[in-house]
Protein backbone atom coordinates (compact mmCIF):
# COMPACT_ATOMS: atom_id res chain seq x y z
CA UNK A 1 0.00 0.00 0.00
CA UNK A 2 1.35 3.56 -0.50
CA UNK A 3 0.64 6.50 1.24
CA UNK A 4 0.26 10.32 1.01
CA UNK A 5 0.75 11.95 3.92
CA UNK A 6 0.94 15.75 4.81
CA UNK A 7 1.43 17.90 7.51
CA UNK A 8 2.39 21.21 7.45
CA UNK A 9 5.27 22.47 9.84
CA UNK A 10 4.59 20.13 12.77
CA UNK A 11 7.28 17.23 12.67
CA UNK A 12 6.02 16.26 15.73
CA UNK A 13 2.88 15.17 13.95
CA UNK A 14 5.06 13.70 11.38
CA UNK A 15 7.38 11.65 13.72
CA UNK A 16 4.20 10.52 15.73
CA UNK A 17 2.31 9.17 12.14
CA UNK A 18 5.63 7.76 10.66
CA UNK A 19 6.10 5.56 14.04
CA UNK A 20 3.16 4.21 13.63
CA UNK A 21 3.54 3.35 10.39
CA UNK A 22 6.34 0.91 11.75
CA UNK A 23 3.80 -1.66 12.89
CA UNK A 24 2.42 -1.96 9.35
CA UNK A 25 4.03 -4.64 7.07
CA UNK A 26 3.03 -4.55 3.83
CA UNK A 27 3.52 -0.65 3.94
CA UNK A 28 4.93 0.07 0.12
CA UNK A 29 5.54 3.46 0.57
CA UNK A 30 4.67 6.81 2.15
CA UNK A 31 5.09 10.21 0.27
CA UNK A 32 5.13 13.57 2.77
CA UNK A 33 4.31 16.62 2.16
CA UNK A 34 5.48 19.08 4.40
CA UNK A 35 3.81 21.94 2.84
CA UNK A 36 0.39 22.92 1.06
CA UNK A 37 1.96 24.15 -2.44
CA UNK A 38 3.51 20.44 -2.44
CA UNK A 39 0.26 18.77 -1.48
CA UNK A 40 -1.50 20.70 -4.14
CA UNK A 41 1.05 19.49 -6.99
CA UNK A 42 0.39 15.81 -5.68
CA UNK A 43 -3.47 16.16 -6.25
CA UNK A 44 -3.05 18.35 -9.54
CA UNK A 45 -1.18 15.44 -11.34
CA UNK A 46 -3.05 13.78 -13.27
CA UNK A 47 -1.79 10.15 -12.00
CA UNK A 48 -3.98 8.55 -9.59
CA UNK A 49 -3.22 8.80 -5.71
CA UNK A 50 -1.90 6.60 -3.40
CA UNK A 51 -4.69 4.04 -1.96
CA UNK A 52 -4.75 6.03 1.46
CA UNK A 53 -4.43 9.77 2.01
CA UNK A 54 -3.71 11.11 5.28
CA UNK A 55 -4.43 14.90 6.10
CA UNK A 56 -3.93 16.65 9.12
CA UNK A 57 -5.45 20.23 9.42
CA UNK A 58 -3.50 22.12 12.06
CA UNK A 59 -6.12 24.88 11.74
CA UNK A 60 -9.94 25.56 10.82
CA UNK A 61 -8.58 27.32 8.08
CA UNK A 62 -6.26 24.87 6.47
CA UNK A 63 -9.22 22.09 7.47
CA UNK A 64 -11.10 24.45 4.49
CA UNK A 65 -8.34 24.40 2.45
CA UNK A 66 -8.73 21.02 1.68
CA UNK A 67 -11.82 21.30 0.29
CA UNK A 68 -10.70 22.01 -3.04
CA UNK A 69 -8.95 18.44 -3.14
CA UNK A 70 -12.73 16.66 -2.25
CA UNK A 71 -13.87 15.82 -6.08
CA UNK A 72 -10.35 13.45 -6.04
CA UNK A 73 -10.27 12.74 -2.38
CA UNK A 74 -13.80 11.03 -3.34
CA UNK A 75 -11.59 8.31 -5.14
CA UNK A 76 -9.06 7.23 -2.18
CA UNK A 77 -9.34 5.96 1.31
CA UNK A 78 -9.28 9.15 3.28
CA UNK A 79 -8.03 9.47 6.81
CA UNK A 80 -8.35 13.35 8.47
CA UNK A 81 -6.40 14.30 11.36
CA UNK A 82 -8.83 17.07 12.90
CA UNK A 83 -6.35 19.89 15.23
CA UNK A 84 -9.23 19.43 18.14
CA UNK A 85 -12.84 18.43 19.11
CA UNK A 86 -14.86 21.04 18.55
CA UNK A 87 -18.46 20.93 17.14
CA UNK A 88 -17.71 23.13 14.80
CA UNK A 89 -14.15 22.00 13.44
CA UNK A 90 -15.83 18.13 13.12
CA UNK A 91 -18.71 19.14 11.45
CA UNK A 92 -15.98 21.05 8.69
CA UNK A 93 -14.51 17.87 8.33
CA UNK A 94 -17.40 15.53 7.94
CA UNK A 95 -18.22 18.12 4.81
CA UNK A 96 -14.53 16.44 3.41
CA UNK A 97 -16.14 12.71 3.94
CA UNK A 98 -13.51 11.06 5.02
CA UNK A 99 -13.53 7.66 5.62
CA UNK A 100 -12.19 7.86 9.48
CA UNK A 101 -11.24 10.93 11.17
CA UNK A 102 -8.98 11.40 14.26
CA UNK A 103 -7.41 13.52 16.02
CA UNK A 104 -3.91 15.45 16.82
CA UNK A 105 -3.46 14.76 19.93
CA UNK A 106 -4.07 10.84 19.74
CA UNK A 107 -1.36 8.06 19.39
CA UNK A 108 -1.79 7.39 15.71
CA UNK A 109 -2.97 3.58 17.17
CA UNK A 110 -6.10 3.65 15.33
CA UNK A 111 -4.75 4.90 12.12
CA UNK A 112 -2.55 2.08 12.01
CA UNK A 113 -5.13 -0.56 12.41
CA UNK A 114 -7.64 0.89 9.67
CA UNK A 115 -4.70 1.20 7.65
CA UNK A 116 -3.83 -2.84 8.28
CA UNK A 117 -7.61 -3.29 7.90
CA UNK A 118 -7.17 -1.75 4.16
CA UNK A 119 -4.30 -3.54 3.43
CA UNK A 120 -6.04 -6.63 4.90
CA UNK A 121 -8.81 -6.03 1.96
CA UNK A 122 -7.36 -5.36 -0.47
CA UNK A 123 -5.18 -8.30 -0.44
CA UNK A 124 -8.32 -10.59 0.20
CA UNK A 125 -9.30 -8.91 -3.62
CA UNK A 126 -5.90 -9.42 -4.83
CA UNK A 127 -6.15 -13.15 -3.93
CA UNK A 128 -10.02 -13.41 -4.94
CA UNK A 129 -9.27 -11.90 -8.40
CA UNK A 130 -6.34 -12.09 -9.77
CA UNK A 131 -4.89 -9.60 -12.13
CA UNK A 132 -7.20 -7.10 -10.35
CA UNK A 133 -4.46 -5.01 -9.21
CA UNK A 134 -1.95 -5.96 -11.84
CA UNK A 135 1.79 -5.55 -10.48
CA UNK A 136 1.23 -6.62 -6.90
CA UNK A 137 1.62 -10.54 -6.16
CA UNK A 138 -0.77 -12.09 -3.84
Known amino acids: MNILFYTAGS???GSRFRQSLEHIEALESVTDCWNYHDLRAHFEKLAPLPEAVVLYAASSEELESFSVFRPRLDNVFFILVLPDDQDE?????????????AYKDEDFSQITAVLQ?????QQEQTDAVPGLFPGKTG
Open 11 to 13: SDI
Open 89 to 101: TIAKGHLLRPRFL
Open 117 to 121: QLMKK
